[in-house]
């Protein structure tokens, strides 16, 4: 185990100039984590912030501005007036088009006026808050003004997208590296300021129960999830051009899989754990055509309903996006590591938009105990929004017999830490300001994420998706991302949380202890329009519940007994009553069902007996 680091102390004196201080990204993320570093004493005395933009305003302008901002997009439960003021005090403005040398000129003078004689003028940190179309043209110009050559240290801080292809993000590289040297470009991903994903490698590091397992003997295979309940709202243009493989699987889940995977480092030196970065991220084998189209699903939501039961446009409706667009808002992809740790273990990926929950969780599942049935072991990472890392095994149930029953073991930030809410910027601010690059992309790491996912990129511009949309919005996402795992004998373990299983009348008003049972106990299942579901007169017992979609249930002579929709379950009665399937269920639309299987529907209702008496009186009022 590597030494570890102290308490955090204040950051490094510092001036930061912000160029594109008027945007977004300033106003939501930027001031509100200076803010927090305030709040928390992380900022030096030392320390300047000076903005840049178009619009023109002067200092007095900005920093009014600011002070309305904050109020709106600070993440504290309540405003302290008093670090505000001293961050205020401290902010400084200067108009100028991003092509004008001019601006750069008078912006040297600031940065040279503000931080003139102080501790800060040996610590310029350059944060690019503009589009990355500019990039190339600022970057000249802050060499022209002379940027590269100011005295002490100097910091390009560059946020994504960092390329849209393997050949413009080596571009964008080789135009970076011509003003700056690599120790001195500071590549954000956000996905590294989360709590929760820093947390893999430590957890990984300081906890020396998994290390003798944490390898392809041990684990059957890792999943890596990051669903979104919102469509792409106002960012259409950038998005229809963008897609998900670039806007989140290239980066935040390679940052994801990499903590995940990568050799534990030898130190927390930011080079040693960058090098076991990269170093995993070149053992991922490139796909070739034919595996990409066979191994990688593409998805795209059309119209559907909300979680809240609004609707949902579809992709092609959404503001600025083309009406005919073949641009995929979900990819589920599988992924092997050529290394001697993981040869022979699958990754599977998946991000998309417009899904029927947000979540980012990363699940380990091990290999099955052999002659031991039931569910094998999993270790869960949650990043978010639930924040924690749980544990599912299985137990022995209390009681005379010997069964085992699936039982989980949980940390939960929330509940082990008191910490403050934050934008997530914070520690990558702080980590600039104090030259710390670990959190931080660096070229070879992007060159080969890029790598990875070129391949796919490429055999998906040569074809359209002809199904296009494929999965409805608030939905599961489409069908062939859960045969993509089927084929391997494997599914995607959803982690359920308790509002999905509320929304049935079944489950509405149960206990807590029930609900987490069945959290733990049920699976989703997607299903296309006309599939048969349960067949009359079969044995099988499952439940299931239906979160989407209509269906139909047929009795013996073929006549339709009734529909099923949202919220209703069906295939109880054959269970409580112990006799075979009285009717078939087939789906009239895509479907996203909740199953439990017999075995845990018949534990719950032994151990919750008020449960049953609750669904026997739910199934005897449907009758
Ligand atoms: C951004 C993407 O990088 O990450 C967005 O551009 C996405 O499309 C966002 O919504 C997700 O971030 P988070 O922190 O909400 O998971």
């Known amino acids: 185990m590597p030494e570890q680091r102290s308490r955090a102390t204040v950051a490094a004196p510092g001036v930061l100039v912000i160029l594109g201080a008027s945007g977004d990204l300033t106003k939501r993320l930027l001031m509100p984590a200076l803010y927090n570093l305030a709040c928390d004493g992380l900022l030096p005395p030392e320390f300047t912030v000076i903005g840049m933009a178009r619009r023109p305003l002067d200092t007095p302008a900005f920093r009014e501005q600011q002070r309305q901002d904050i109020q709106r997009f600070h993440t504290r439960r309540e405003f302290d007036a008093g670090p505000w003021e001293w961050l205020e005090s401290r902010l400084h403005y200067t108009a100028g088009e991003f092509g004008d040398p001019d601006a750069y000129r008078r912006l040297r003078e600031t940065v040279l006026e503000v931080g003139g004689g102080t501790a800060s003028a040996g610590n310029t940190l350059l944060y690019l808050a503009i589009s990355p179309e500019f990039f190339e043209t600022v970057n000249g110009l802050l060499d022209a003004a002379g ?286 300001l104090n030259g710390d690059p670990t959190l931080f992309s660096r070229t070879d790491f992007v060159e080969a994420s890029w790598q990875i996912v070129q391949p796919i990129l490429d055999a998906w511009k040569e074809s359209r998706a002809a199904d296009f949309p494929n999965y409805p919005a608030g939905t599961w996402g489409p069908l062939a991302a859960h045969a993509l795992l089927a084929r391997d004998g494997r599914r995607w373990n959803e982690c359920i949380q308790r509002d999905v299983l509320m929304r049935s009348e079944f489950f509405a008003k149960a206990p807590s202890v029930l609900l987490n049972n069945l959290a733990l106990a049920c699976q989703p299942l997607a299903v296309d329009a006309g599939t048969t579901i349960v067949e009359q007169g079969e044995r099988k017992s499952d439940l299931y519940v239906v979160c989407r979609g209509e269906l139909e249930a047929i009795g013996a002579t073929g006549d339709r007994l009734g529909l099923l929709r949202a919220g209703e379950c069906f295939g109880e009665m054959a269970l409580l009553d112990d006799r075979p399937r009285n009717a078939t269920v087939r789906a009239m639309s895509p479907c996203d069902l909740l199953v439990l299987t017999a075995t845990d529907f018949r534990r719950i209702v032994e151990d919750f007996p008020e449960a049953e008496a609750e669904f026997r009186r739910i199934a005897a009022r449907r009758r």
Not at 187 to 194: P, Q, V
Not at 254 to 280: G, H
Not at 359 to 377: C, L, S
Request: charged share 25%; glycine share 8%.
């Open 147 to 432: 940027f590269t050559q100011l005295p002490g240290s100097r910091k390009i801080i560059v946020e994504k997208p960092f390329g849209k292809d393997l050949d413009s993000a080596v571009a964008l590289n080789r135009s970076l590296l011509a003003h700056w040297r690599e120790d001195e470009i500071y590549r954000i991903d956000h996905y590294l300021g989360k709590e929760t994903v820093q947390n893999l490698l430590a957890f990984r590091m300081a906890n020396g129960m998994f290390a003798p397992l944490w390898n392809a003997n041990h684990i059957d295979h890792i999943q890596i999830s990051a669903t979104e309940t919102v469509g792409v709202e106002t960012r259409g243009e950038y998005y229809d051009k963008t897609g998900v493989v670039r806007d989140m699987i290239q980066n935040h889940l390679m940052q994801m899989l990499a903590y995940v995977c990568m050799e534990p480092p030898a130190s927390l030196e930011p080079t040693v754990v960058r090098d076991e970065k990269s170093r995993l991220l070149h053992a991922v084998r490139l796909l070739g055509r034919e595996q990409a189209v066979r191994d990688c699903v593409r998805g795209q939501y059309g119209p559907g309903t909300n979680a809240d039961g609004t609707t949902a446009v579809g992709y092609r409706q959404e503001p600025n996006v083309d009406p005919h667009s073949n641009n995929a808002t979900y990819a589920a992809l599988k992924l092997h590591l050529d290394n001697d740790r993981w040869a022979g273990m699958p990754v599977y990926l998946r991000s998309g938009k417009s899904l029927w929950k947000r979540g980012t969780e990363i699940v380990v599942q091990f290999k099955p105990q052999p002659g031991v049935d039931g569910e094998p072991n999993l270790l869960i990472f949650h990043i978010q929004p639930f924040q924690g890392v749980e544990i599912r095994m299985q137990a022995k149930r209390p009681g005379p017999t010997f069964h085992l029953q699936r039982a989980g073991m949980r940390f939960d930030y929330a509940e082990t830490f008191e910490a403050t809410r934050g934008t997530g910027y914070e520690v990558l601010l702080y980590s600039a």
